[in-house]
């Protein structure tokens, strides 16, 4: 049982809920913040008959301007989770400048300003953990994704930063990097190959268990470690002419 | 993922996969146009009533929210993907139970109201369809209704035990049964023949919540129709603990075919028999867990009929045609074909609200028979006609070989219930007993 303070945001999103699940049944008092305030009340019934405390607040996250109000409303929390994101098209992006703009602002440059004031919060009560999802797409730009991945790849470094200047306040940043997860979001990319798809259940529960011990970077399944050390340490002279 | 298969591994099937995350948007899916649909929950169904071969099927797994729990009246609602297990996770610490439990837990709430289950309490309480107090319905032609037993009642009935033909179920009321323990109280008779049997059901049946027999149903001469009695109530009181629903033991691939064979079952059942000779007029506690579903335990335990799968036949012959259930187990031991156990329950005469219900008052037997192809098709067929004969029915949730003449004979309400079906949906079990 937990008197605990978890503020989920993006709490929409298939990983979300399958985080807050494994939360709720520990009798958590969540907090939920996503845009769409039916879906938000649906995630939020869900929870409470398994046995969480639920508040929720609709907001759109990549919406800068409304952090300050946003943060005001939520108060005090000792638990953070940063689950909202989008995938965009790479093509897409690469055309049209606005989309690529959008997906930076989404994915990096607002939760970046989130992360501050969350950051702020935690440090002057000396306690607390932001858990963040980032990705392995991070790791490496590719040119199949470079977009995706510039923006988790400035995510993974800030929450680096972070990391280093909040342990001194006993502060755990969290930073997750999955691999190919299968949810709405991943709903129109070919399952292939199928061993390394794995159920948001599978995130969430190594998510939950990796926080408890305070690691600070995780990938989730295990093996994306390795994978990303393999693709990590191939010479860029190489790389640059691979098509993946 | 478009690898959807029923429990049975029937063979695999062209069909093209949408899963979607909330409930408003069930019907709105990208193949929205192509092609008829089905809603698919856990696959736990054996035979092709969970197909639709060149159709759609919709994944209800990301349709798994609780929506509203009353834990005073015992009132529950939640999306048709939820499965039974989840459901009793949840309620089970509350000191609620569900009104009736089939044979898996890993069955969706979708699924138990379009198969219409049963449990070992039928004789008692009816069918699970007796407890649904409403479900929202969602059909091709973009409308959605909020049925109840008053409120379109006509699509209420169809869509009890309608095997998903009358549309999608969004969420679903059901009312639940209180307990005050997790456990059971559980007395077990071993038993020889059928007579033996009705004078057990006759002992038990005012007294006892929940009765089952296991039949050895591979043994003749004197071992013929042996089997061992179970009797059961909810412990007056108790921990309201729920295991974890994670199964510790998984069958990782499929045994070779020649596994199950007449000697290595008759093996297994003389062990089984004598263990409980053992037990033999006693009265255990026994966590409901391990009373309603022991084959949760053993994850995948499909596997053990090998690759080639294997058919259930489930049947029922009504009161007054024991003659026939014999004749029917002589034919199963003659050929040796049976599985392990086979489970015989007396159904009561509570009457269910879905016009196409399995279950009616007489004696049912469940089993399995290993795949050998044509000689095991050949057998179920000759048992159905047997079947049909004594005025009896066969099992949509279980079968792949019903024929269309069966089905009508079964299911006395088929011409009303085909003005229900939503001709935006189909399933490989429809059109093969509609043809």
Redesign the interface.
Known sequence: MSDKIEVILGATSGLAQATARELAATGATLVLVARDSVKLAQVGSDLEARGATVRAHASDLADIKGHEALMQKIGDADHWWVFYGTLPDQSACQENWAIAAEALNVNFVSAASLLTRIGNQLEAKGRGSVSVVSSVAGDRGRQSNYVYGAAKGALSLFCQGLRNRLSKANVHVMTVKPGFIDTPMTADIPKKPAVLWVPPEKVASDMVRARSKGRDVIYTPWFWRYILLIICSVPERIFKKLSL | ?SDYRSWGFTPPVTQRAE?P????AALAGPHAATGTRLAYGRGRSYGDSCLNSGGVLIDTR?LD?????DRENGL?T?EPGVTLAQILS?IVPQGWFLPVSPGTSFATLGGAIANDVHGKNHHVDGTFGRFIKRFVLHRSTGEVFECTPEVHPELFAATIGGLGLTGMITEATIALLPIKGAGMDVSIETFHGLEAFSALTAKYRDTHRYTVAWLDCASGGRNFARGVYLAANHEEQGSLDVPPVKSKLTFPFALPSWTLNRHSVRAFNQVYFQRHQMLNGQIRPQHYQGFFYPLDAIDRWNRIYGSKGFHQYQFVVPPGAEAVMEAVLRRIVQSGMGSFLAVLKEFGDVPSPGLMSFPRPGLCLALDFANRGARTESLIHELDAMVMEANGAAYPAKDRLMSAAAFQQYFPALNAFSEQVDPGFASDFWRRVSE
């Not at chain 2, 995350?21 to 408003?24: G, I, K, V």
């Open positions: 993922m899963v995350a909330w409930r408003e990301g929210r609780f929506i509203a729990f529950l939640a949840v």
